[in-house]
C-alpha cells in the first residue's frame, strides 16, 4: 500500500465511521493514522479536523473550533508534549502548569449551548440535531454545559445490542441521522440508555505533569470505573487559560490539549518477498509481503516498508525476521528488525519500466505518462473533489488504459466517449454528469489545487496560501515569497513554486473548460508577530531563551534557529553572537530586547480584541 492509497483507505474508513457504520475498530484506525504519520509527518490528512456528515441538517456555526486531538501512544511521546507544555507555562509565569485528566469517550461529539445542540460537523459549521432531545436522549447534568459527547450506556449495548451492532457509534449517530428510528434504537431510548454528556460532568484527575506519568497506569483504572460509557484512552488538557494561549493551536488540534492512547499488540514474523508499488507524485515504495501471523483477531500477510532508502538500510529483504504492530485489517508496521537480510531496490519502474533516480531515501519514477502516476493523480482529483464514488479505481484504470490519462482530458469526454469506451449506457450517463456537475457547481479554490496533487500543497497548506496570496498572483510567486507565509520552508516553498509552474497548462485548460472556481479571501496579519520569523541571540533579562521562544510561537511568529535573507526579526540581548553581524550584512532588522517587549504587548492587545 503506497501512501495515497493508505490516505485513500483512511478517508473510506473516516467517512464510514463519521456515517455510523464503522468499518474497523477504532484502534485499527488509530494505528493507520500513526503509520502515515511516520510515513509522511506533515501529510495534509494527518491536519485537517475529520468532519462528521449529516446532510440536510441546518448548519451551525461554533462559536470557537472544535477541533480533534493529538494523539500519543507512549510514554515518551507523553513526556514530549509534558515539556512542550512547561516550555510555555515558563514563558507566562505559571508553574507548574496546573492540568487535567478525563476518560475520552468514544461516541459522536457535539456541543451544547443550552438551546441547540450540534455536531461537530468540519470542526468550524456543525449540524443541529437538537431534535435527539425529543427522541428521548437524555442530558448528563445541565443543558448548556459545551462540549461532550452522544454515547449509549456500555453495560445496555454489551447486554442488548452487542449482537445487533458492530460499535455503540452505530446506533447513535442513526438516532442523530435517521428519519425513523429501528426498534433497537427506541427501545434503547425508552430505557434512558442513550445520552449526551458534557466533558464537563466527566470524573478528573488533576495535579501537574511531575505527578501523572509515574501513576498513569493507576490513575487510568480508577477514571475508567467510575464511568459507564464506551471510551477510547485518556484526554489530558491544561487548565490555565493563559497556559493555552500561549500554546495555541494548528488546523487540526489545540496544543494544550492530547488523546493518550494504547499500541496493540505485536508479532514476529518474516518477509517472504518485497513488492513495489508507484504513487502519483512517482515515488516507488515498498510493501512487505511477510509469513501469515495472526494479530488481536486478523491474520497479518502484508506490512508497510514506508521508502526504499528505510527497507534498504534496515534489511528488510526477503528472509528478514521483524516484529510488527498491528496498524489496522489492511496493513501494519514494522516495530524492530530481529534479523536483517540483504535487499537489492529495482532500477526500474514496476509500471512503465523508466530508469528510477533516489530523491534521498525514495526511489522516484520521473516518465511524465507512466500509467500507475497518472492513475493515482487522477484517483487523488476526484477524491479530493469528492467525486470517487463515481471515478474509481477500476474505472480511471480503464480511462489510462485507453489514453485518457490526464484531468483535463477526462473532462473532455462525452456520454458517448464513456459508451465507446464499454461504460454502459447508465454508468455512461452517471460519469458525464458527474463531470458536468463538477464544473458547474464549482469548486473553492483552496481544494482546487490541493486536488492537482502539487508535492507538499495539500488542503491545509492550500489554504493557507491562498488566505495569504490572491489567486492572481500564484503564478508570479517566488520561493522567497512563499517561504514568508507562516509553515512554509524552504523545501516546500520550492516545490510549491515549481509545482504551480508546472501545472499552469492544466489549471488554465480546466478553466477554460468551464470549471468554476470559488475564490478565497486574504486574510490580514492577526498581530504585529503573526507570520513573522523571528531569531533570537544573546543572553535576555526578560526569560530563557526557550521561555521567550515559545511566547513568540504562542504569538503565531516562527522561531528559527539562524538569520537568512527570509528573516524578519533578530532580537539582540546581551552579549550577541555571529548572528548580529550577519544580520547586519543582510540588512535583517534588528530588535532591542525592550523593542521586541513592546511587539509582545501590541501582538496580546490584538489576540485579546481579536
Known amino acids: 500500500m503506497n501512501l495515497d492509497a493508505l490516505v485513500a483507505r483512511l478517508t473510506e474508513l473516516n467517512r464510514a465511521y463519521r456515517q455510523g457504520r464503522p468499518l474497523v475498530a477504532d484502534e485499527v484506525y488509530d494505528a493507520l493514522v500513526e503509520e502515515l504519520r511516520r510515513l509522511a509527518p506533515d501529510h495534509p490528512y494527518l ?25 500519543a501512544y507512549t510514554p515518551a511521546e507523553i513526556a514530549r508534549f509534558l515539556e512542550r507544555v512547561e516550555r510555555a507555562g515558563q514563558a507566562v509565569g505559571v508553574q507548574p502548569v496546573p492540568l487535567r485528566l478525563t476518560p475520552k469517550l468514544d461516541g459522536l461529539a457535539a456541543r451544547d449551548d443550552g438551546e441547540v445542540l450540534s455536531t461537530r460537523g468540519d470542526g468550524t459549521v456543525g449540524s443541529d440535531i437538537t431534535h435527539v432531545l425529543d427522541r428521548g436522549v437524555r442530558v448528563v447534568g445541565d443543558r448548556g454545559l459545551g462540549l461532550g459527547e452522544l454515547v449509549v450506556r456500555q453495560s445496555y449495548f454489551r447486554a442488548h445490542l452487542a449482537a445487533h451492532f458492530e460499535h455503540p457509534r452505530n446506533l447513535v449517530v442513526g438516532i442523530a441521522g435517521a428519519d425513523d428510528l429501528s426498534p433497537h434504537a427506541q427501545a434503547a431510548l425508552a430505557a434512558g440508555a442513550v445520552l449526551f454528556v458534557p466533558y464537563a460532568t466527566l470524573p478528573a484527575w488533576k495535579g501537574s505533569g511531575t505527578e501523572l506519568l509515574p501513576h498513569l497506569d493507576a490513575i487510568r483504572n480508577k477514571l475508567f470505573a467510575q464511568v459507564d460509557y464506551p471510551l477510547d484512552g485518556l484526554i489530558l488538557e491544561v487548565v490555565d487559560e493563559t497556559v493555552r494561549q500561549a500554546l495555541g493551536a494548528t488546523s487540526h488540534h489545540y496544543r494544550w490539549q492530547l488523546a493518550i492512547k494504547q499500541k496493540g499488540a505485536t508479532a514476529v514474523t518474516t518477509v517472504e518477498e518485497v513488492v513495489w508499488q508507484v504513487g502519483r507524485t512517482g515515488k516507488v515504495t515498498p510493501v512487505l509481503q ?23 538500510k534496515a534489511g528488510l529483504g526477503p528472509g528478514a525476521r521483524i516484529v510488527v504492530i498491528r496498524s489496522g485489517e489492511v496493513i501494519p508496521k514494522v516495530e524492530e528488525v530481529i534479523e536483517p537480510a540483504p535487499l537489492e531496490p529495482p532500477a526500474s519502474c514496476p509500471s512503465c519500466g523508466a530508469a528510477l533516480v533516489w530523491r534521498n531515501d525514495f526511489l522516484v519514477c520521473e516518465a511524465p505518462h507512466c500509467p500507475a502516476k497518472q492513475a493515482e493523480a487522477l484517483e487523488h482529483w476526484f477524491r479530493t473533489l469528492d467525486a470517487a464514488h463515481w471515478f474509481g479505481p477500476k474505472t480511471i484504470a480503464r480511462l489510462v488504459a485507453a489514453g485518457h490519462d490526464t484531468i483535463e482530458a477526462v473532462y473532455r469526454l462525452r456520454e458517448d466517449d464513456f459508451r465507446a469506451l464499454g461504460f454502459g449506457p447508465t454508468q455512461a450517463a452517471n460519469l458525464a454528469q458527474a463531470l458536468e456537475r463538477s464544473l458547474q457547481a464549482g469548486v473553492e479554490d483552496w481544494r482546487f489545487l490541493a486536488a492537482l496533487g502539487i508535492e507538499g500543497l495539500g488542503p ?28 512554509f520552508g524552504p523545501l516546500t516553498a520550492a516545490a510549491t513554486v515549481a509545482g504551480l509552474q508546472e501545472q499552469r497548462a492544466r489549471i488554465t485548460a480546466l478553466l477554460e473548460q468551464g470549471l468554476v472556481l470559488r475564490h478565497t479571501a486574504p486574510k490580514a496579519p492577526t498581530n504585529p508577530l503573526a507570520g513573522k520569523r523571528l531569531v533570537f541571540t544573546g ?72
Open 47 to 71: 491536519h485537517q479536523v475529520e468532519p462528521e456528515d449529516f446532510r440536510g441538517r441546518r448548519l451551525v456555526r461554533h462559536p470557537a473550533p472544535m477541533l480533534s486531538t493529538e494523539k
Open 290 to 312: 511477510v509469513t501469515p501471523v495472526p494479530l488481536s483477531g486478523a491474520t497479518i500477510r502484508r506490512v508497510s516498508g514506508h521508502n526504499a532508502g528505510l527497507v534498504t
Open 460 to 487: 491545509a497548506e492550500s489554504r493557507k496560501l491562498l488566505n495569504h496570496v490572491p489567486w492572481e498572483r500564484l503564478f508570479s510567486l517566488t520561493e522567497a515569497e512563499v517561504q514568508t507565509i507562516p509553515g
Open 539 to 610: 543572553t535576555m533579562t526578560s526569560g530563557s531563551r526557550a521561555a521567550l521562544e515559545a511566547e513568540a510561537r504562542g504569538l503565531g511568529a516562527e522561531v528559527l534557529s539562524t538569520v537568512s535573507r527570509n528573516t524578519d526579526y533578530l532580537v539582540v540581548g546581551d552579549k550577541p553572537g555571529s548572528k548580529l553581524t550577519k544580520a547586519q550584512e543582510l540588512g535583517i532588522p534588528i530588535l532591542s530586547e525592550p523593542a521586541y517587549r513592546r511587539l509582545v504587548d501590541e501582538a496580546r492587545v490584538a489576540q485579546t480584541r481579536r
